[in-house]
């Protein structure tokens, strides 16, 4: 009798793993104000298709957080977490249930037979590799995403209190494009723009040169909050908003709705 053939080997290195209670709930909770639909439609494939917690790090959490959230307006929405780690894996297991799954993988989605992805997010995992594996990395990732799905890939300080991150779509054609540069704070170490540099995406970290689109934009984006730093007698949240407006007024394709720039989202167009 013939063996059953192996899986294939994750692709990818272990994180750190390191994670902490609601790290990234304002992840979850951007996703579910940007495009809650994308959590709930069922048409053309979309029904049972899954949300991916790629990299989520020694213990459930994250997982069984974004569960916990995202179940709150699909409650079938499947969920699969993924690791490299086979302990980390293993830990996982006593967690999973009929619609929740942890399985061994990396950057090519140890998905079965029939299973479709429409979201995948993997934060705090590209950020240990070279610049030269970051395309590579989104091009695996996108081969399982549903066209309209989205990768939302970054990385956040240690308690998730600011992140940056890269929103991926997948396209009709079967490409994917960036679509948004995403920078999240909730105020509570006030604003600073260069705080943001220090956790870019893996794509962008290495750019901070001058020439360079990235560059430009935090030039761009610190005049805009010197030229309104008197906003700042109305706290930080007025501030950030008032230099967002700005930095739009300079030529930047900026979401400017209060939903989201009042709740400490900005989003740069690409």
């Given at each position: 009798?013939?063996?059953?053939?192996?899986?294939?080997?994750?692709?990818?290195?272990?994180?750190?793993?390191?994670?902490?209670?609601?790290?990234?709930?304002?992840?979850?909770?951007?996703?579910?104000?940007?495009?809650?639909?994308?959590?709930?439609?069922?048409?053309?494939?979309?029904?049972?298709?899954?949300?991916?917690?790629?990299?989520?790090?020694?213990?459930?959490?994250?997982?069984?957080?974004?569960?916990?959230?995202?179940?709150?307006?699909?409650?079938?929405?499947?969920?699969?977490?993924?690791?490299?780690?086979?302990?980390?894996?293993?830990?996982?297991?006593?967690?999973?249930?009929?619609?929740?799954?942890?399985?061994?993988?990396?950057?090519?989605?140890?998905?079965?037979?029939?299973?479709?992805?429409?979201?995948?997010?993997?934060?705090?995992?590209?950020?240990?590799?070279?610049?030269?594996?970051?395309?590579?990395?989104?091009?695996?990732?996108?081969?399982?995403?549903?066209?309209?799905?989205?990768?939302?890939?970054?990385?956040?300080?240690?308690?998730?209190?600011?992140?940056?991150?890269?929103?991926?779509?997948?396209?009709?054609?079967?490409?994917?494009?960036?679509?948004?540069?995403?920078?999240?704070?909730?105020?509570?170490?006030?604003?600073?723009?260069?705080?943001?540099?220090?956790?870019?995406?893996?794509?962008?970290?290495?750019?901070?040169?001058?020439?360079?689109?990235?560059?430009?934009?935090?030039?761009?984006?610190?005049?805009?909050?010197?030229?309104?730093?008197?906003?700042?007698?109305?706290?930080?949240?007025?501030?950030?908003?008032?230099?967002?407006?700005?930095?739009?007024?300079?030529?930047?394709?900026?979401?400017?709705?209060?939903k989201f720039l009042s709740r400490g989202w900005?989003?740069?167009?690409?």
């Amino acid at each position: 009798m013939m063996k059953p053939p192996r899986p294939p080997k994750p692709i990818g290195q272990p994180t750190r793993g390191k994670t902490a209670n609601n790290r990234l709930r304002r992840v979850d909770n951007f996703i579910l104000l940007y495009e809650p639909s994308l959590l709930i439609r069922a048409d053309s494939g979309f029904a049972d298709s899954m949300f991916v917690d790629l990299g989520y790090g020694f213990d459930a959490r994250t997982t069984l957080e974004s569960a916990a959230r995202f179940r709150r307006v699909n409650p079938r929405l499947p969920i699969l977490g993924v690791e490299i780690d086979k302990e980390r894996v293993e830990a996982a297991l006593p967690f999973a249930d009929e619609k929740t799954f942890f399985r061994l993988g990396g950057f090519n989605l140890p998905l079965k037979a029939g299973e479709r992805v429409r979201l995948i997010r993997a934060f705090n995992v590209l950020r240990q590799y070279e610049e030269k594996d970051f395309a590579p990395a989104y091009e695996r990732l996108a081969e399982h995403i549903l066209p309209n799905g989205l990768i939302i890939e970054g990385t956040s300080n240690p308690f998730g209190s600011i992140w940056a991150a890269n929103l991926a779509r997948k396209t009709e054609t079967g490409d994917w494009r960036l679509e948004a540069l995403v920078f999240s704070t909730n105020f509570r170490a006030g604003f600073d723009v260069e705080e943001f540099q220090t956790i870019l995406p893996k794509n962008y970290i290495h750019r901070m040169n001058q020439g360079e689109p990235i560059y430009n934009f935090f030039e761009s984006w610190k005049r805009a909050a010197a030229e309104t730093a008197s906003a700042k007698t109305f706290g930080p949240r007025q501030w950030f908003i008032a230099a967002a407006d700005a930095l739009a007024a300079k030529g930047y394709k900026i979401n400017l709705l209060r939903k989201f720039l009042s709740r400490g989202w900005l989003i740069w167009y690409l």
